[in-house]
């Protein structure tokens, strides 16, 4: 029978020097990263995201543990789709499995959690609170001027300024979480932009020889398309090269 969820939480922290509290918080993938480091400590920790937050962060560092299961010929799959969902039963499974092969392959050697991710602290994965609907005001019918309405209940002053609060670190969250949006969509355009200067770098190399290739000169279509359409975006972009890419969001979505 597996560790309990409180035995595995214990001995992450213990091992790693950091405080999380839930099983769901290793789904981010650093956690696990930095177990197999201190097997075989050979994991690049600078490439692992200590404070990922978003799915592509959770991508990344999973990225590198499959890399790692690769290098050493670990036979286990890594069910990442249901990883980075944070679920508990999920990851619960995998740490059990995870711990034990730990027991089965750790040397007993001396290892510096903390100095191997360069003191980075590992924060537990965030979660964006939902903004609720605005309190509405009462309405004037049936209400007396100077009177308070049979049964009603006056709104304290401190009511109103705890509201005023709770939005306030709800903006500050959101506007976080859009910041984290933009990171992805620079770092996936980022991704683009190495593709086309591969492609047009090897489709030199070929119009130098003579030759053509049709799969590369598809995919140039492809990035220098000016609209594409699908069934959710509407996406208007220049050619990679100008650095310029306005993605618009259906009228659907808001921020």
Not at 73 to 88: A, F, S
Request: proline letters at 5%.
């Amino acid at each position: 029978m597996g560790e309990s969820r409180t035995e595995l939480i214990q001995w992450v922290n213990d091992l790693l020097q950091i405080n999380y509290t839930k099983v769901e918080q290793c789904g981010s993938g650093a956690a696990y990263c930095q177990i197999i480091d201190s097997i075989y400590g050979d994991i690049p920790m600078s490439r692992v995201k200590m404070n990922a937050r978003l799915e592509y962060e959770y991508l990344v560092n999973y990225k590198v543990l499959q890399n790692a299961f690769k290098a050493h010929k670990i036979d286990k799959p890594i069910l990442v789709e249901k990883l980075t969902k944070c679920k508990m039963q999920d990851n619960l499974e995998f740490l059990q499995w995870l711990k034990r092969f730990w027991e089965q392959n750790y040397g007993g050697h001396e290892y510096d959690p903390v100095a191997r991710r360069k003191g980075a602290p590992m924060e537990n994965p965030a979660t964006l609170a939902p903004v609720g609907a605005a309190p509405r005001a009462p309405s004037s019918a049936g209400v007396s001027r100077g009177k308070t309405p049979v049964g009603g209940a006056r709104i304290a002053p401190s009511a109103n300024a705890e509201q005023i609060a709770n939005l306030t670190a709800q903006m500050r969250e959101m506007s976080t979480h859009l910041e984290g949006l933009e990171k992805e969509r620079d770092f996936y355009f980022s991704k683009l932009r190495d593709i086309e200067i591969l492609a047009q770098q090897q489709i030199e190399v070929l119009e130098g020889q003579g030759k053509d290739d049709e799969t590369l000169r598809e995919i140039q279509k492809i990035l220098y398309s000016t609209e594409v359409r699908t069934d959710s975006f509407w996406y208007l972009t220049v050619p990679l090269s100008t650095n310029l890419c306005i993605w618009t969001l259906p009228s659907s979505v808001t921020l």
